[in-house]
């Protein structure tokens, strides 16, 4: 069984702080694709960024970077200089491949990250 | 290019009723996949459907039940609606063939309460 755990619920730092956000996931497949998904106070979750199982280089967008670490099973994301604009709550999640091909996608529980100007 | 529509956008119900959710997926895309969020919790998946079918189901009772149309939009019903059932009902579109790397699209969710 897939599980994805963020054992961070709330956040909160000051304006143009970093952070990071931890994510640890479980599956018994090889084959897996991680996401990140920033859901801001309107309800829609926006896709952040897409890894998968066989690539462990980390990436970097702007203010935002991700590290995978496959030997820890951790997808962490950091957010350099954080801005109030970045309030939200980030899901980490994890897809594998279902019998057919199809797509079922498990969400941990979020981190909520306030930023305080 | 239109993105994910979900209509309504709020809905009050009263324990015993039934309620129907409406998804419009993202132009172009032929699956559609519901989520339940809770408050304060991730998004559960619900169940998955393509061409008109229900391919994938997560741990809902048959209270929860869809449909999909031949223009890929789709409805999500809840039967004999309990207290339990109140959370913002999301849905996410993708494209099969994409299989499970694709990100999903989500639309903006129906939050749902029971009274």
């Known amino acids: 069984a897939q599980k994805v755990t963020q054992a961070q619920t709330e956040i909160s730092v000051v304006e143009k702080e970093d952070v990071t956000l931890d994510c640890v996931y479980e599956?018994?497949?090889?084959?897996?694709?991680l996401f990140w998904y920033k859901q801001p106070p309107s309800g829609e979750l926006v896709f952040l960024i897409r890894?998968?199982?066989?690539?462990?280089q980390n990436e970097i967008s702007g203010r935002y970077s991700w590290n995978f670490q496959k030997s820890t099973s951790s997808f962490n994301f950091t957010i350099t200089a954080s801005q109030v604009v970045d309030s939200a709550v980030y899901f980490c999640?994890?897809?594998?491949?279902?019998?057919?091909?199809?797509?079922?996608?498990?969400f941990g529980i979020g981190t909520k990250l306030q930023v305080i100007p | 290019d239109a993105g994910v529509t979900q209509s309504p956008t709020h809905l009050i119900k009263t324990r015993g009723q039934q309620v129907t959710l409406r998804c419009s997926p993202k132009?172009?895309?032929?699956?559609v996949s519901w989520y339940q969020q809770a408050l304060g919790q991730g998004p559960q998946f619900i169940f998955q459907?393509?061409?008109?079918?229900?391919?994938q189901r997560g741990n809902f009772p048959d209270r929860f039940s869809g449909h999909q149309f031949p223009n890929y939009s789709s409805e999500l019903n809840v039967n004999a609606l309990l207290l339990g059932d109140s959370a913002l009902y999301l849905c996410?579109?993708?494209?099969?063939?994409?299989?499970?790397?694709?990100?999903?699209?989500f639309g903006n969710g129906t939050r749902l309460t029971v009274t």
């Open positions: 132009s172009g895309h032929d699956t």
């Open positions: 996410a579109s993708s494209l099969v063939r994409s299989s499970y790397n694709s990100p999903l699209h």
């Open positions: 999640a994890l897809s594998e491949a279902q019998p057919g091909g199809y797509q079922k996608v498990t």
């Open positions: 599956t018994r497949d090889t084959t897996y694709y």
């Open positions: 459907y393509y061409e008109e079918e229900e391919r």
């Open positions: 890894r998968n199982s066989f690539d462990e």
